[in-house]
């Protein structure tokens, strides 16, 4: 079983609607959960952090941590053509100040207009 | 958010000639950079983490003489591929710890004939 498994899609969806994107993992020390977004030939940009369990809310785009489930979820409102684009899921055990984040292979997301 | 900034954006090279990417934090300074390669389709894969003033610490199964890193000063890391193979035809992205979390670059794509 891998560290941390995510569907990689592709998910199409239209514009406007709620998407969400979703990832499991089996290592119960992670602490630290982050969600990038890829855009084709581009590095990833950091959407959303978060520290242990809960919900964290940043505009259009939602985080929530289930530690006791070991799932994680980015939920994206009035989802917009311009969100159309690669979203990695990414954990640690100590945080961004050692390399150890482990990806997800990442879920391609397309919003048709 | 942080910015950092890679280049070459694109090298193409022979096979046997050596590349260098340089990944710079352009808004803080970082102790720690780490590189990172990305194959079609496939997750991030960490390579090695650079420390500032000190060796690199590569990732089991990269050798490290074939990917130099040099962490000359807390804004610079190098990256230079020794000897390239077409087999290390790939997407080279590097980041940068702040505080929290890592900032990545927008990537190099390197193409080996």
Not at chain 2, 84 to 113: K, M, W
Request: proline share 4%; with cysteine.
């Amino acid at each position: 079983q891998k560290e941390v498994e995510q569907d990689p899609g592709p998910l199409s969806v239209p514009e406007g609607a709620i998407v969400s994107l979703n990832c499991t993992y089996s290592n119960s020390a992670f602490q630290y959960f982050m969600w990038y977004r890829q855009y084709s030939r581009k590095g990833p940009e950091l959407l959303m952090y978060t520290y242990s369990s809960g919900n964290k809310e940043d505009g259009r785009f939602t985080a929530q941590v289930d530690k006791s489930s070991k799932y994680i979820s980015l939920f994206i409102r009035d989802s917009q053509p311009s969100d159309s684009a690669t979203y990695l899921c990414a954990m640690s055990v100590y945080g961004g100040s050692q390399g150890n984040l482990i990806f997800g292979k990442g879920t391609k997301l397309s919003v048709k207009p | 958010g942080a910015v950092v900034s890679q280049h070459p954006s694109r090298v193409i090279c022979k096979s046997g000639t050596s590349v260098k990417i340089e990944c710079r934090s352009l808004d803080f300074q970082a102790t720690t950079m780490f590189w990172y390669r990305q194959f079609p389709k496939q997750s991030l894969m960490l390579m090695a983490t650079s420390n500032e003033g000190s060796k690199a610490t590569y990732e089991q199964g990269v050798e490290k003489d074939k990917f130099l890193i040099n962490h000359a000063s807390l804004t610079l890391s190098t990256l230079t591929v020794t000897s390239a193979h077409p087999e290390d035809s790939s997407f080279y992205i590097c980041s940068a710890h702040n505080q929290e979390t890592q900032y990545f670059g927008p990537g190099t794509r390197l193409l080996v004939l």
